[in-house]
Structures are given as structure tokens and as C-alpha cells.
């Protein structure tokens, strides 16, 4: 499967060129097997690098309204034991947090080693929405590229492994998925007219994730642009995406694995050879002579 993926600064990004649908050729009923087997290697990966606790996980989910990031984060998680995972939503900073600076309410929410963190927006939104209305001056979003490159590169030197998609879905996709959500009331709690007031920016967040895919692209903190017209591919994308990056660690892991479990025999063997020897020793001391009244 050919990827999007970004990961050289100042990549040139056009999202009008990246198809939000699926290739020709695959079909539904091929994405599934895929994803079956995937998820299979995802839950045994993860459980390899919780055991090891070397390195972690932090996905980036980005995308606009309705491109379908709680559903990314179903599928994903989905094929995750919950143990050693933890999902966090950013919406509008709260007045405490807008008190601090912008990776402050992020950072804490950085995933400890051997656990899998995925973000519902993220640190982005400092460079995107906050950009698209003006919600600070340029002099100080544009300084966030910066900061985001280190805070990534910090994430990273501590083990971290970094991976950012955004979910890409057409126009007319999403004008199709927000009517969608008027017609039952399993949906209709979603509805929010922000998210047609969004839409009249359109092309000024096109120049903003553009921007921000093409400056914080690393090759250790790559953005994928899944194609996410259909629901099913979109999962397929994030899932065989992540399983590649995994992968290329799992040989440490496996022997970080053997070596715990090298000490952790070695350290039962030496308790039970002293357990032994001091019931030897227990055995072999004469009794104490019996007390006689
Ligand atoms: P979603 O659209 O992600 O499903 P939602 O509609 O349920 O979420 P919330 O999760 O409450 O809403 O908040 C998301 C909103 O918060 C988005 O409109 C997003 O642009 C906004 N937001 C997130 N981070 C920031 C930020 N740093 N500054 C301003 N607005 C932000």
C-alpha cells in the first residue's frame, strides 16, 4: 500500500492533489482482511512494547469536522488492549490553560514508555484554528512551527514515537456527512452549527494544515494524509501505518523482553536456592533440648 506520508521539512504539500478516496482496485471486502490481520500484529506489537517499556506510542489525529477522527479512534483502539492505552480530546482551552503557554496542556498528556497516547486534536490547533481566525497575531503562531519541531524532537529523543495524520475528506464529503447527521437522532447530537460556519473557511484551513504538515514534517514525527472519503479505508490507512513504525522496533523489544525475562528467572533461581539452603540449615541444627518442667 502506497502512504502519504511527509516527513521531510518543508515538504511541498498540496491537499488538492492527494485523492481523499480510496485506489483504484481496492475494495471493501480486501480492506477488511487487510485490517483483520493488522489488527492482529497491533495488539501483539503493543503488548511487546508495554511489556518492554522502551519505547511509547503518540498518534496525532487532526482532520476537519466530521472527517472522522472518533471513528479513527474506535477502529484504532479497537484492535488495543485498554491497559496501555489513553485517548485525550483538545477542545477550547479553558481559561487555566490559557494561562499557560500552548504545549502546556499537551505535554502532560504525553504518553509514560510502553503506553500508546492518542490525541483528538492536538497542539495543532494552535496553528491551525487559531490561525484561520485570528485568534493570535502571526508573530506569535508562526513561532509555534518551532516549537512544536522540538516538543516533537523532546517526544522523541525520550522514546517516543511520534506519528501525525491528517484525516482528508473532500468537500462535498463533508457536506454529504453533516446533513447525514440531521437524519437520525443516533447522529443528531453531533449537529452544531459551528461546523457549516467552519466550513466557510475551507480554503484558509487548506492553506493552514498545508503550512503545518509542511513545517513540522520530520522523519520522526511524519504526517500521513489518509485518505478519508471512505470510512473503511481511512481505518486501513491509520492501522497499517502504525503497524510499519511499530514493527521497525519490535526486534528491541523482543530482546528487551528475553533479557527481563533472563533477570527474572535468574533473580527466582537465587531466591530459591536460599529458601533451599535455609532449610538446610534449618534441618541440619541439632533441636534445642526440651524444656522439662
Ligand atoms: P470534534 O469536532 O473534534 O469532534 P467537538 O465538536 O465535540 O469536537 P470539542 O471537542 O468540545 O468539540 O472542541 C473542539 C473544538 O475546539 C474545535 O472547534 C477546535 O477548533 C477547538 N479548539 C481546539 N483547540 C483549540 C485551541 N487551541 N484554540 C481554540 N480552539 C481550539
Known amino acids: 500500500m502506497t502512504l502519504n506520508v511527509?516527513?521531510?521539512?518543508?515538504?511541498?504539500?498540496?491537499?488538492?492533489?492527494?485523492?481523499a478516496e480510496p485506489p483504484k482496485g481496492m475494495t471493501r471486502e480486501k480492506a477488511a482482511k487487510r485490517f483483520a490481520a493488522l489488527e492482529k500484529e497491533l495488539f501483539e506489537l503493543q503488548d511487546a512494547m508495554?511489556?518492554?517499556?522502551?519505547?511509547?506510542?503518540?498518534?496525532?489525529?487532526?482532520?476537519?469536522?466530521?472527517?472522522?477522527?472518533?471513528?479513527?479512534?474506535k477502529h484504532v483502539v479497537g484492535c488495543l488492549n485498554p491497559r496501555g492505552v489513553i485517548?485525550?480530546?483538545?477542545?477550547?482551552?479553558?481559561?487555566?490553560?490559557?494561562?499557560?503557554?500552548?504545549l502546556w496542556r499537551v505535554h502532560r498528556h504525553a504518553p509514560r514508555a510502553g503506553e500508546f497516547s492518542i490525541f483528538n486534536r492536538s497542539h495543532y490547533?494552535?496553528?491551525?484554528?487559531?490561525?484561520v481566525h485570528g485568534l493570535a497575531p502571526p508573530a506569535v503562531w508562526s513561532e509555534r512551527f518551532g516549537h512544536i519541531r522540538d516538543f516533537e524532537e523532546l517526544l522523541t529523543e525520550h522514546g517516543t514515537i511520534v506519528l501525525k495524520y491528517f484525516l482528508h475528506i473532500s468537500k462535498k464529503e463533508q457536506e454529504e456527512r453533516l446533513l447525514e447527521r440531521e437524519?437520525?437522532?443516533?447522529?443528531?447530537?453531533?449537529?452544531?452549527?459551528?461546523?457549516?460556519?467552519e466550513r466557510e473557511h475551507w480554503d484558509d484551513y487548506t492553506a493552514a494544515y498545508e503550512d503545518a504538515i509542511s513545517k513540522t514534517a520530520a522523519k520522526h514525527a511524519p504526517w500521513t494524509v489518509v485518505p478519508a472519503n471512505a470510512k473503511w479505508y481511512r481505518n486501513l490507512v491509520i492501522a497499517e501505518s502504525i503497524v510499519e513504525a511499530l514493527r521497525k522496533r519490535r526486534k528491541d523489544w523482543d530482546e528487551t523482553l528475553v533479557a527481563m525475562g533472563k533477570a527474572g528467572r535468574e533473580g527466582?533461581?537465587?531466591?530459591?536456592?536460599?529458601?533451599?539452603?535455609?532449610a538446610k540449615e534449618r534441618k541440619a541444627k541439632p533441636a534445642p533440648p526440651r524444656r522439662t518442667r
Request: a negative charge; proline letters at 7%; hydrophobic letters at 40%.
Open 6 to 19: 511527509f516527513d521531510k521539512p518543508g515538504a511541498k504539500v498540496r491537499l488538492d492533489d492527494i485523492p
Open 50 to 73: 508495554f511489556g518492554a517499556k522502551v519505547n511509547s506510542v503518540l498518534v496525532v489525529l487532526q482532520g476537519r469536522d466530521s472527517a472522522g477522527k472518533d471513528g479513527a479512534i
Open 87 to 102: 485517548v485525550t480530546s483538545f477542545g477550547v482551552p479553558t481559561p487555566e490553560e490559557r494561562q499557560h503557554d500552548f
Open 125 to 131: 490547533e494552535d496553528v491551525l484554528v487559531v490561525r
Open 183 to 197: 437524519e437520525s437522532p443516533a447522529t443528531a447530537w453531533k449537529l452544531n452549527p459551528g461546523d457549516w460556519k
Open 268 to 278: 527466582l533461581e537465587a531466591y530459591r536456592a536460599q529458601r533451599a539452603a535455609s
